[in-house]
């Protein structure tokens, strides 16, 4: 199947709706029948403020944060559409892929 990988990048304290930004993207993709995402978490890492964002020993707000799926073009399509709706505000990436399954199931 020809798609994309779509990666967002947050922090651990943003929040949309009261709910910790990365885990609300994750319900969200479920919702809309994505097959799968994963949350990454960063050591360090800066943005576009040049700011550098860290996990401290006693701190954990201030931590880079990646979710990761691949979806279909229409996926994709609804997807976006809707988090404009939301009026959520975050980078993204959007590359274009290739995916399927090979192999038996186990």
Do not use: C
């Not at 709706?17 to 885990?23: A, D, E, M, R, T």
């Amino acid at each position: 199947m020809k798609g994309f990988q779509l990666e967002f990048f947050t922090q651990q304290d943003r929040r949309h709706k009261g709910k910790q930004l990365s885990n609300w993207l994750l319900d969200v993709a479920q919702s809309h029948g994505i097959r799968g995402a994963t949350v990454f978490t960063g050591a360090i890492g800066y943005g576009h403020d040049r700011r550098f964002h860290s996990a401290h020993f006693f701190e954990l707000a201030d931590q880079p944060v990646e979710v990761t799926m691949v979806v279909s073009e229409e996926e994709s399509d609804r997807l976006f559409e809707f988090l404009l709706q939301e009026g959520v505000h975050m980078f993204y990436v959007k590359l274009a892929v290739e995916f399927g399954k090979i192999g038996l199931p186990d």
